[in-house]
């Protein structure tokens, strides 16, 4: 097929990969011009001076950037994918935004006859590069049928959750168990450590019953060494927060925790860790 894919970041940037790797005609869109020459140099392809010029002739446009303001400026704006797509085609948001910009979103796509799905996804850094990614989708099954191929390119889960919006609100889901197990896995190190026992042992123990976790299992022994500079930034986990407990407060869930834990990583950012992976969530805590 031909396609396009709308911002090169971490995340992106291996996943248009995959696509070209999987014999996609693929045409890359960067803000930063750079970073889509040098995936072209990598992938081969074309890069677009803009989002509408990439999507020009596309069947399928996939976005991934930062927040809502910047879905609406790459799908929406003056020089937005969707005044450039034909009817019939599909816009694949992989950001994670709030369920209210992908609904937005899709009924501005519909007056073009343009299918939309908002499908964030888990995984991070890793998952991307290793084209195994969780997608938790939003949208009509019909749309659905004729992105999941695609997607499936750098996915090892696809998961079609209900209307426009689900994928978001799933992606919600996920990171409020993620904040919840990072925080007891940080408390349950520390504690280890105050009563003298040996975190490898301990680990190596209770990661076979009902504690076990992909956190338990990736995380524990950087934890321990108290190393952060790489994974899902805090920054990026707390936007995620944010956008939960937003849409909380509309639908009336209680995240007690979850407030509580984004209060914890506030602090995180506050110590200088704006870019470390969520799971120094840990380095708020001192061994007494």
Not at 154 to 163: C, H, N, R, S, V
Request: glycine share 12%.
């Amino acid at each position: 097929m031909r396609v396009a894919f709308v911002g090169l970041g971490v995340m992106g940037y291996p996943m248009a990969g995959f696509l070209a790797k999987a014999g996609h005609e693929t045409v890359v869109y960067n803000r930063t011009f750079a970073r889509a020459e040098q995936w072209v140099a990598e992938f081969g392809g074309t890069s677009a001076p803009t989002p509408a010029a990439a999507a020009a002739d596309a069947e399928v446009v996939f976005v991934c950037v930062g927040n809502d303001d910047d879905v609406r400026d790459v799908i929406l704006g003056d020089q937005g994918v969707l005044g450039n797509m034909a009817a019939g085609g599909v816009i694949v948001d992989h950001t994670t935004a709030s369920a209210t910009i992908a609904r937005e979103i899709h009924a501005a796509a519909a007056e073009c006859s343009v299918g939309f799905l908002d499908a964030p996804v888990s995984g991070g850094q890793a998952g991307a590069e290793n084209g195994q990614l969780t997608v938790m989708v939003g949208g009509e099954a019909e749309v659905f049928a004729k992105a999941e191929p695609v997607i499936d390119c750098y996915a090892k889960a696809i998961t079609l959750i209900g209307p426009v919006g689900s994928g978001q609100l799933a992606k919600m889901v996920n990171q409020i168990c993620i904040a919840g197990v990072v925080q007891g896995l940080s408390e349950g190190l520390h504690f280890a450590q105050c009563a003298g026992l040996d975190p490898a042992v301990v680990i190596e123990s209770i990661s076979k019953g009902a504690a076990q976790s992909w956190q338990m299992e990736n995380r524990w022994e950087t934890m321990v060494a108290g190393e952060f500079e790489f994974g899902f930034a805090v920054d990026w986990m707390r936007k995620d927060l944010g956008i939960t407990l937003d849409e909380a407060q509309h639908n009336g869930a209680q995240l007690e925790l979850t407030k509580l834990v984004d209060g914890y990583y506030a602090e995180v950012q506050a110590m200088g860790g704006k870019r470390w992976d969520t799971s120094s969530l840990i380095a708020r805590l001192k061994k007494v």
